[in-house]
Nanobody
Framework: QVQLVESGGGLVQPGGSLRLSCASS????????MGWYRQAPGKQRELVAR???????NYADSAKGRFTISRDNAKNTVYLQMNSLKPEDTAVYYC???????????WGQGTQVTVSS
């Protein structure tokens, strides 16, 4: 059973930075695409950024210019570097992977990011 495990969340002041990591526990298991989503209290889960096997990326408008998604295929790990954080970035951040063979979706358990002074 493949699991995605996020880490790196926490409390940060406005203007600060955090780096989220999402590691896959399955050996020999690959994802055709991986992404980061977030869900703030009372709101729907939304896409933040995603990266595809060839390295192409796309971002939500709110993340462009501030967040960078990257991937280490050898480690089956995806990262989200978040800079210039704002209070409205406060949310639970989830990692999602799309399996290469089945296109099944896998989600992590989420990591809390709180931006507050």
């Amino acid at each position: 059973q493949v699991q995605l495990v996020e880490s790196g969340g926490g409390l940060v002041q406005p203007g600060g930075s955090l780096r989220l990591s999402c590691a896959s526990s399955g050996s020999g298991f690959s994802f055709v695409a991986m992404g980061w989503y977030r869900q703030a209290p009372g709101k729907q889960r939304e896409l933040v950024a995603r990266i595809f096997g060839g390295g192409s990326t796309n971002y939500a408008d709110s993340a462009k210019g501030r967040f960078t998604i990257s991937r280490d295929n050898a480690k089956n790990t995806v990262y989200l570097q978040m800079n210039s954080l704002k209070p409205e970035d406060t949310a639970v951040y989830y990692c999602k992977g799309i399996a290469a063979l089945t296109h099944g979706e896998y989600w992590g358990q989420g990591t809390q990011v709180t931006v507050s002074s």
